[in-house]
């Protein structure tokens, strides 16, 4: 079983920078893909970024430039870097965990479709103001 706990929501101008993180708990394949994911009031959950245990990464073209996913393999951590964030990036965000082959897509790519993911974290909140 895995559990997934996020943290470091919250409130931020436009403009500014939020680093989320994701503590897992649990056993964690070798081969695996942890996932960022949103959603936003009366929106579909949508993919942010991902990464493999090869350090292979995705992200959606929204956030490209500005958000960075990287993982602490010693901690267990995964984390997102948001920068320049905008008012439309306003959503709950999600920690996702998946393993191989489910989550590597045509070409080696890592996935970024929710079904595609199996483990969910509760979600933390982010707010971005104009």
């Known amino acids: 079983q895995v559990q997934l706990v996020e943290s470091g929501g919250g409130s931020v101008q436009a403009d500014g920078s939020l ?48 958000f960075t996913i990287s993982q602490d393999n010693a ?28 989550c590597i897509r045509a070409g080696r790519v890592v996935s970024l479709t929710t079904s595609d993911f199996g483990y969910w974290g509760q979600g933390t909140q982010v707010t971005v103001s104009s």
């Open 19 to 66: 680093r989320l993180s994701c503590a897992v708990f649990g056993y964690i394949y070798s081969s695996y893909c942890m996932g960022w994911f949103r959603q936003a009031p009366g929106k579909e959950r949508e993919g942010v970024a991902a990464i493999d245990s090869d350090g292979s990464t995705s992200y959606a073209d929204s956030v490209k430039g500005r």
């Open 75 to 102: 901690k267990l951590t995964l984390y997102l870097q948001m920068n320049s964030l905008k008012p439309e990036d306003t959503a709950m965000y999600y920690c996702a965990a998946s393993f191989f082959p489910r």
